[in-house]
């Protein structure tokens, strides 16, 4: 555990996804002022993308010695995805911090890049599933892909279309894939 991190245990914690061609301890490097402006506030959790890959743009002249470098989509013209090994990845980062000894709520998500896509997917989805559930009138509606109930995402350098990640219920029922949920957009 890093020096200090036993008094964040019990903060609201947030799940950070790195970008294409990076991994997580690269971007935990990158967020160094965030997490320290945030330390007293939220505990940050890093997870690392299921996808070996190729070094993101400008990542080799800093980071050539911090791979393995990793993508949440195998190829960067795929949009179909691999939801599987993605919330695979996200439930590991998960439980690492609670055996770590972490409590606090899951409360939000900072994504950069594909990470940031991959973060508004995952809000899309919860905000899909709240609904399936809010239309079966508690008939029982199982979720496959459970979300720990996030409040918001902030996203760096994100761009759309939003990744399909699956939804416990019919997703022809849906609208529009507007997101409702809160989102700060750097």
Not at 23 to 33: D, L
Not at 139 to 144: L, R
Not at 157 to 186: C, V
Request: aromatic share 8%; with cysteine; proline share 7%.
């Amino acid at each position: 555990m890093a020096p200090g991190a036993e008094r964040t245990l019990d903060l609201p914690r947030i799940l950070c996804l790195h970008g294409g061609g990076t991994n997580a301890q690269i971007f935990r490097a990158q967020c160094r002022v965030i997490r320290a402006h945030l330390a007293d506030s939220f505990r940050l959790v890093f997870a690392d993308a299921p996808f070996p890959f190729q070094p993101g743009p400008d990542v080799t002249p800093v980071y050539s010695d911090w791979g393995s470098f990793r993508a949440w989509l195998p190829r960067p013209d795929m949009m179909e995805l691999n939801v599987d090994r993605i919330d695979g990845c996200i439930s590991a980062a998960m439980r690492a911090d609670d055996q770590a000894g972490a409590t606090g709520q899951w409360a939000g998500l900072i994504g950069f890049s594909q990470g940031a896509s991959l973060a508004a997917s995952l809000l899309l989805r919860q905000q899909r599933d709240n609904e399936s559930q809010a239309s079966s009138w508690g008939m029982g509606c199982s979720v496959k892909n459970p979300s720990p109930g996030y409040r918001f995402a902030v996203l760096f350098a994100g761009r759309g279309p939003l990744m399909d990640m699956g939804s416990s219920g019919d997703n022809t029922q849906f609208g529009s894939d507007l997101l409702r949920l809160p989102t700060i957009h750097a």
